[in-house]
T-cell receptor, first 112, second 114 residues
Framework: GNSVTQMEGPVTLSEEAFLTINCTYT??????LFWYVQYPGEGLQLLLK?????DKGSNKGFEATYRKETTSFHLEKGSVQVSDSAVYFC???????????FGQGTRLTINP | NAGVTQTPKFQVLKTGQSMTLQCAQD?????MYWYRQDPGMGLRLIYY???????DKGEVPNGYNVSRLNKREFSLRLESAAPSQTSVYFC?????????????FGPGTRLLVL
């Protein structure tokens, strides 16, 4: 079945550092791939998505590229801010599938 | 435009008590979902409803029941709460056309079962 494996956390960085959170997936066909972010005490919000191979999703300075050859969708940001502290979830959804499949989440803390 | 709303925000129950978690949406989407979130385990699907009048089991349905009251509302009921049901519960909605659409989440209900 479909599955998502995320880089284990927690991850702690200093402000303005470069961020990478790894995400790899197992799926048949060409699923849609998502990154969701959860700020403290809140629900999940869509951060970015990509629906086909080589697509790049981007939002708020974050980017992720759908790599079919490596089955990956790594999240990157060039210069993180304290306000980026949150839990990040990678997820996939197969075409025709009802369900989202989530990774276990990566807690990110940015220190000033 | 509130999107997806959930009530209550927080609840404490004793083992064996019952309660209903409410979810409502103003996005006019057909599909609605209930997830639970536990530390280190991401989100797991409890039940979903592809359209008004239909419900299906997800990954972890035991101990729960659901009702799709109308297109807007989807409730989750715990008939006899157990400490293992201590979790954060999220409702989500989408317009599922089988194309990998985005799901939109509510703010969550934090449940503690003593």
């Amino acid at each position: 079945g479909n599955s998502v494996t995320q880089m284990e956390g927690p991850v702690t960085l200093s402000e303005e550092a470069f961020l990478t959170i790894n995400c790899t997936y197992t799926a048949t066909g060409y699923p849609s791939l998502f990154w969701y972010v959860q700020y403290p005490g809140e629900g999940l919000q869509l951060l970015l998505k990509a629906t086909k191979a080589d697509d790049k999703g981007s939002n708020k300075g974050f980017e992720a590229t759908y790599r079919k050859e490596t089955t990956s969708f790594h999240l990157e940001k060039g210069s993180v801010q304290v306000s980026d502290s949150a839990v990040y979830f990678c997820a996939l959804r197969g075409k025709g599938a009802q369900k989202l499949v989530f990774g276990q989440g990566t807690r990110l803390t940015i220190n000033p | 435009n509130a999107g997806v709303t959930q009530t209550p925000k927080f609840q404490v129950l004793k083992t064996g008590q019952s309660m209903t978690l409410q979810c409502a949406q103003d996005m006019n989407h057909n599909s609605m979902y209930w997830y639970r979130q536990d530390p280190g385990m991401g989100l797991r699907l409890i039940y979903y409803s592809a359209s008004e009048g239909t419900t299906d089991k997800g990954e972890v349905p035991n101990g729960y029941n659901v009702s799709r009251l109308n297109k807007r509302e989807f409730s989750l009921r715990l008939e006899s709460a157990a400490p293992s049901q201590t979790s954060v519960y999220f409702c989500a909605v989408d317009e599922d056309r089988g194309l990998g659409e985005t799901q939109y989440f509510g703010p969550g209900t934090r449940l503690l079962v003593l």
